[in-house]
Structures are given as C-alpha cells and as structure tokens.
C-alpha cells in the first residue's frame, strides 16, 4: 500500500510536469481559458500535492522496500561531488545569465540529471530505485524535449553570477552534507 501512495504521488509530481510535453496545447488552451495566473496556481497545488503525497508515500515504502543491489563504498564519494555538481548547476538556473547559464542551455533539467543519477550510485533499495530512476529518466526526456522548442537561449551576461552560482551552490551542499540532509530527509549523511 506504502509503494502504491508513493507511486501515485510521483505519478502526479511528474505528471504535472509533463504536460508542456506531452499536451503542449492543450496546456495552451487552458492557460487562455483559465488564465495564467489560474493556471500557475492549479499547477502549484497538483505539483505541492504530488509532492507530499511522494515524500509521505516514499518515507514508508523506502524501509521495506527490497534491496536491488549494494553499492561500493567509493560511490558515496561520486555521489557527494556530483550532488556538489547539481547544487551549482541548480543555482545558475535560478539566477541571471552569466557565462555557464547560456553553456549549460537548460541549467535546471542538468541539475535534476546529475541529482537522480548520483543518489541512483548509492540507493539501491526498489523505491529509490523508481523514484530517482524516475526522475532521472524524465529530466532527460524534458532534456531532450527542451532543446526541440525554439525557446532563445539567454544570452551572456555577467562572470558575477557565475560566481555567485558556484559559492552559493557550495554553501547549500555543504549544508546539506552537515546537517540539513538529514532534517529535510532522515539520513545522516555524516555519521559520528
């Protein structure tokens, strides 16, 4: 039952994340019927929804779920610098334009890439294998899709932002590595 809630919460997450790809139009047309603002917050509810049903659904089928495989040690330490990797990439998305924005092209979709594949290194359990894989499977997907639009790609801007993207997107993930990891998501991920 644990795995089912799960499933169907990351079924909504992504699903809701899917539409510009899969109904391309129709998300067009309901954004004309409804309105931007309207639809933004629909698609903010369905996504909060789709979120906290995963994260309720994954903390209780993550622990009985069967181990697929276990990994190597040296592992945590690929998967460490990778997820140092996706902070930054994370954070260039999320400010203006600097030198990496427009060379990374879709900054975000790479972040969530190397986020799934590094926690795919070190979780070997049935329920994180589904919910990384998932997510790494739909970030190339979206990937792919992305660099079909037309969408202009930023132009460059100043090397500041970059820096800033790779000194904030250090900090989060020293955070996280001291003690944020584990009270957002349960796991220690330095052990005394």
Do not use: C
């Not at 391309?24 to 931007?36: C, F, H, S, V």
């Not at 990994?71 to 330490?77: A, E, G, I, L, N």
């Amino acid at each position: 039952m644990n795995m089912t809630i799960f499933v169907l919460g990351l079924v909504l997450f992504l699903g809701i994340h899917s539409v510009r790809m899969l109904a391309p139009q129709w998300r067009e047309d309901k954004i004309k019927e409804l309105g931007e603002g309207s639809w933004k917050g629909m698609y903010s509810v369905l996504s909060l929804v789709g979120l906290a049903i995963m994260i309720y659904g994954y903390a209780y089928a993550q622990p009985e779920a069967p181990i697929i495989y276990i990994t190597p040690v040296w592992t945590r330490h690929l998967a460490f610098l990778l997820v140092a990797i996706a902070f930054v990439s994370m954070m260039v998305g999320n400010l203006p334009p600097g030198r990496l924005k427009p060379a990374l092209k879709h900054p975000m979709l790479l972040a969530v890439m190397i986020w799934a594949f590094a926690h795919l290194t070190v979780n070997g359990d049935l329920a994180s294998i589904i919910l990384f894989g998932s997510f790494l499977i739909w970030s190339i997907w979206n990937r792919i899709a992305v660099s079909h639009r037309t969408d202009p790609l930023p132009q460059p801007g100043s090397i500041t932002y970059d820096l800033v993207a790779i000194v904030s997107g250090l900090i989060i993930w020293v955070l996280f590595i001291w003690k944020l990891h584990e009270w957002l998501i349960g796991v220690p991920l330095v052990i005394a």
